[in-house]
């Protein structure tokens, strides 16, 4: 289990945004290691996990595109039936709420990479131990 900073970005939810996104990480040689985008009718909010925070976060300053920072779980599971519900148990035991997941599973090696928000991500490292 990984503890990680994920960067939050507000854009404007129309053609070629995401492709801006993308070419401002590019260029500061940033790479996405995970995404998650959730439409609303104006703005979408797009959260990345990337292989180096500070750079992404300043390269997208300098773009004029305003981002914010969080601390991520990233989880890798086995992929089969209740993974992911134990993991929810034993945060919900603890008292640990869960804003958000998103991730994907490899059928093929057996995995599943999460990424999960939850309300203190200390006290869920520490519940969920050595997964």
Known sequence: MEKATQLSI????????????CRVLA??????????????????TVRILVSDPAAAENALREAGISCVTQDVLVLELDHRPGALEEVA?????AGINVHYVYGTADST???????LSVSDTDLARQTL???
């Open 10 to 21: 507000a854009m404007g939810n129309m053609p070629g945004q995401l492709g801006r996104l």
């Open 27 to 44: 260029q500061a040689g940033v790479n996405i290691r995970g995404i998650s985008i959730c439409d609303a009718a104006d703005l979408s």
């Open 89 to 93: 148990v034993r945060l919900g035991e």
């Open 109 to 115: 090696e057996g995995k599943a990479v999460l990424v």
């Open 129 to 131: 131990g050595e997964l």
